[in-house]
């Protein structure tokens, strides 16, 4: 009974301290709190400041542009033709909006407009679909090939194929860099034989990759009537960009601490087992810092090699778009810049996270 007594006075004790530690606890959320209002302050001003010198610079733009087609036509037809150019262009008709760098709300309606044609055009594939459901499984059970929908692509298709080419290009990149470069890490002499390669083909322009992928792939499926886009742009890409990858993953192997060498010799480790138990572990966090890089790489120069391949992701949009010259081509085309920047900074905050859960420093990278 006594022992019971003590023990609610020891509670009691316990529950005017746990009050002074709620209260600590609190402030210390609180400053956390603080913190993140400061920094998501400083980033919400810097956005607007931003957004501020955009808007006014292109109404600069836009209004010396303007004053360049009045004075033109002032010069070349007189002073009627001016005042219907100044007329035609206070009236915001497209025929005579000058063609210049488009404000942030241009843009923003040009990426409303792109998702609403996005959801047109999904409904018309459904439409599409249901409409031939019949006559396709018909076709399939005689063995011969569904009716396909051969519309144009919406902007979020351009998209998501941008990103499984560039997650194609990846993977190959992954699976010729990281075997070669652990191959070439384990000996001084592959070093130094493989060095004239590296040295020669790394710096080599994706354009060029694209031509030589090119020769190259459509020798193989010659006389075959599937379009081969797709497959020259992820191969261009990998092989474009696996070298950061090929470096770092040699760097690592080679730079291994050999007490952990001796360690694997002393309990008689195969070949086999010292690379994937004590090298590959240890190599792990530059292999990730060079597949980082790839990454980055590989989305940087997936763009330029659309272009060139005519596959239907972002970077023939941005050309289309350019050439089309129509009066929102310049607001799509900035749309298709925030959405690569926001996708290779998605990508770069991916890797660098899959990064740190194999990185002895976690603080690594930014």
Known sequence: MEQEIILKKENQGFAIIKPLTNF???????????????????????????????????????????TYKIEKALAEQGQAAAEAEKACIASRDSSCQPNTLPSPSQVWASFQSLIADHYLIKNKKQAFADKLATTNEKLVAQGKEAIVYTGRASFVDTVLTSIKTVFAGFLLAMIIAVPLGIFIGLSPSLRSAFNWFIQIF????????????FMIVKTIYIG???????????????????????????MGVSSVDKDYINVAKVLKLGTFQKVFKVILPSSLPLIFTGLRITLSVAWMVLIAIELLAQSPGLGLFVWEEFQNGANDSNSKIIVAMFVIG????????????????????KNEGI
């Open 342 to 361: 926001i996708i290779g900074f998605l990508l770069d905050r991916l890797m660098l996270t899959v990064q740190q859960m194999v990185s002895f420093n």
């Open 202 to 213: 790394k710096p080599v322009s994706p354009v060029v990759w694209y031509l030589l992928v």
């Open 24 to 66: 600590f606890k609190v402030k210390f959320e609180k400053d956390n709190v603080l913190k993140f209002l400061k920094k998501t302050g400083i980033t919400l001003i810097s956005i607007l400041l931003f957004l501020a010198f955009w808007h006014f610079g292109s109404k600069a733009l836009y209004n010396k542009e303007a």
């Open 224 to 250: 075959a009537s599937s379009d081969n886009a797709f497959v020259i742009s992820f191969i261009s890409v990998g092989l474009c960009a696996m070298w950061a990858t090929l470096v770092n993953t040699a």
